[in-house]
């Protein structure tokens, strides 16, 4: 199954690239966008996914020749701001940055006031970005083997550390922990900064951050990576094994970035959207921004990508109920 996931990714790369030279020049009267388009990011700046929205808000801008403004609205695992998006004139001006924890919150918050799959039009895949399993200096862990055998004979003892309940990064430890059968202590924060914070001062033990978020305390030598939960090694940190090296089967996880925008968006606004945002991640200066911090970019047609949302809400679904996360 994950072999079949990061094909379908790289295939839907090219498909949206060559897609789009066609289509270019039939939209360039278009009014859409008549005013300033929102990047509504349901996380804290600074964390994976405000940093892939404000690279991209900056080329995408030139594109429609109007601001694109990137707003933060954290909180519970993202489904705030994800509901201000689902609620939000479907005209294309309020667009949702949202991480694949967005396909989670419907297990994990039953009371929604949105319907994850109805309320939102998937746009495209922006980018996937490797989480890396970091952990400060004085833990003292030597390698993710020596970390899972001492979290092992002290059930209950240590403390991993997300960007919230439902977030990719609580996805990726609850995929971990899953497949090496690890009783840990989950301790959610606002966004993907803070809980770095308490894990390089050692208050939590371990976080599969984001690498364009760790990478600048990694090579400080605040942090220690120990692992990354991508399928593949990252070229940001090519010494750093995987978890499926490490001997973890079924511990990978793919912490990919999307455009969504709320349903009944009209199709030519939502084709409009995509073909510049696909424009934007192929020009140089995104690609020579992200690519250096571990960002792999992903566009993907639209329709593909909607058939990834929709499978990777029942697996994480099924993730949710094999660990016993209860809903709130």
């Not at 990064?169 to 840990?184: W, Y």
């Not at 200066?285 to 992903?298: D, H, I, N, Q």
């Amino acid at each position: 199954m994950q072999r079949n996931r990061r094909q379908t990714i790289a295939l839907a790369a090219a498909a949206a690239c060559a897609w789009l030279a066609p289509q270019a020049q039939s939209w360039a009267q278009d009014e859409y966008p008549k005013q300033a388009v929102k990047f509504l990011v349901p996380f804290t700046a600074g964390s994976g996914t405000d940093v892939i929205a404000r690279v991209l808000s900056e080329q995408l801008a030139k594109g429609f020749r109007q601001p694109v403004v990137v707003e933060n609205k954290p909180g519970a695992g993202g489904t705030l701001g994800a509901a201000l998006v689902a609620g939000a004139s479907a005209d294309g001006h309020t667009v949702l940055i949202h991480s694949a924890g967005h396909v989670a919150n419907a297990a994990l918050y039953p009371g929604l006031r949105y319907d994850t799959l109805k309320d939102f039009t998937p746009v495209t895949m922006l980018a996937t970005l490797p989480n890396v399993l970091v952990t400060a200096p004085g833990k003292d862990f030597r390698s993710v083997q020596d970390l899972v055998q001492k979290a092992k004979a002290a059930p209950g003892k240590y403390a991993y550390g997300s960007a919230g309940r439902g977030s990719a990064t609580h996805m990726n430890a609850e995929k971990f922990r899953a497949a090496v059968g690890l009783d840990a202590l989950h301790v959610p924060f606002k966004g993907t900064p803070e809980a770095l914070t308490e894990v390089a001062a050692g208050r939590v033990d371990w976080f599969f951050a984001p690498l364009v978020s760790a990478l600048p305390l990694i090579k400080s030598g605040r942090l220690v990576a120990l692992a990354v939960g991508t399928p593949r090694r990252s070229g940001a940190l090519p010494d750093v094994p995987t978890t499926l090296e490490a001997g973890f089967a079924g511990s990978d996880y793919t912490f990919w970035v999307g455009m969504f925008v709320p349903a009944r968006t009209p199709a030519e606004v939502v084709r409009r959207l995509h073909a510049e945002t696909t424009r934007a991640l192929a020009s140089a200066a995104v690609r020579e921004r992200l690519e250096p911090l571990g960002a792999e970019l992903a566009p993907m047609p639209q329709e593909q990508f909607g058939t990834l949302v929709r499978s990777e809400a029942a697996s994480i679904a099924a993730l949710i109920k094999q660990v016993g996360l209860k809903g709130e």
